[in-house]
T-cell receptor, first 113, second 116 residues
Framework: DQQVKQNSPSLSVQEGRISILNCDYT??????FLWYKKYPAEGPTFLIS?????DKNEDGRFTVFLNKSAKHLSLHIVPSQPGDSAVYFC????????????FGTGTRLQVFP | DAGVIQSPRHEVTEMGQEVTLRCKPI?????LFWYRQTMMRGLELLIY????????DSGMPEDRFSAKMPNASFSTLKIQPSEPRDSAVYFC??????????????FGDGTRLSIL
């Protein structure tokens, strides 16, 4: 039973345009969400997070949106750059209960010139 | 600042052999996590420690897997005996638990394990 789902295994976007990566979750106990970026042969790198008390968090070119009623979050990258090409993982947790992170299966983003 | 350090980066061994993976967390981080990444199951948590104490090992696949954290700066994940289906990339991560409730985990670069 997959509690965190990333239904798009891959996404291809032109440089300069917006990349939108989506993530759905099923467990209503989750109240902290993170996005990680992963390059080949490296570990996941923390990118941005959002707490359930917010519906938006922005950090430079990266913005995460949270829709609690739909149990959906998305990561927007504007403008997309070739260096953003990587696998992006969505993760969710219930930090008041456990330190566990539940990861989605990832979306491979390719940004082409 | 040094990040999470894992060793070895690659391990190739024959079925039945004992495998030991090592992790040094970021100094000052008191939670440590072991993950396994496979094509079939993605990134899954095996076990995590708080202050060197195992808190949740529900993700450990079977008795062939064991993990220890003898001190705040070192942890091992051991597989004995190893099997071909254990082939995967194993990641270690750490995070501080003090301060604010929400702190991201920081990952090492992983150990790519191949069991022949």
């Amino acid at each position: 039973d997959q509690q965190v789902k990333q239904n798009s295994p891959s996404l291809s976007v032109q440089e300069g345009r917006i990349s939108i990566l989506n993530c759905d979750y099923t467990n209503s106990m989750f109240d902290y969400f993170l996005w990680y970026k992963k390059y080949p042969a490296e570990g996941p790198t923390f990118l941005i997070s959002i707490s359930s008390i917010k519906d938006k968090n922005e950090d430079g070119r990266f913005t995460v949106f949270l829709n609690k009623s739909a149990k959906h979050l998305s990561l927007h990258i504007v403008p997309s750059q070739p260096g953003d090409s990587a696998v992006y993982f969505c993760a969710a947790s219930a930090p008041r209960v456990t330190d566990k992170l539940i990861f989605g299966t990832g979306t491979r983003l390719q940004v082409f010139p | 600042d040094a990040g999470v350090i894992q060793s070895p980066r690659h391990e190739v061994t024959e079925m039945g052999q004992e495998v030991t993976l090592r992790c040094k967390p970021i100094s000052g981080h008191d939670s440590l996590f072991w993950y396994r990444q496979t094509m079939m199951r993605g990134l899954e948590l095996l076990i995590y420690f708080n202050n060197n104490v195992p808190i949740d090992d529900s993700g450990m696949p079977e008795d062939r897997f064991s993990a220890k954290m003898p001190n705040a700066s070192f942890s091992t994940l051991k597989i004995q005996p190893s099997e071909p289906r254990d082939s995967a990339v194993y990641f270690c991560a750490s995070r501080p638990t003090g301060g604010t409730l929400n702190q991201p985990q920081h990952f090492g670069d992983g150990t790519r394990l191949s069991i022949l």
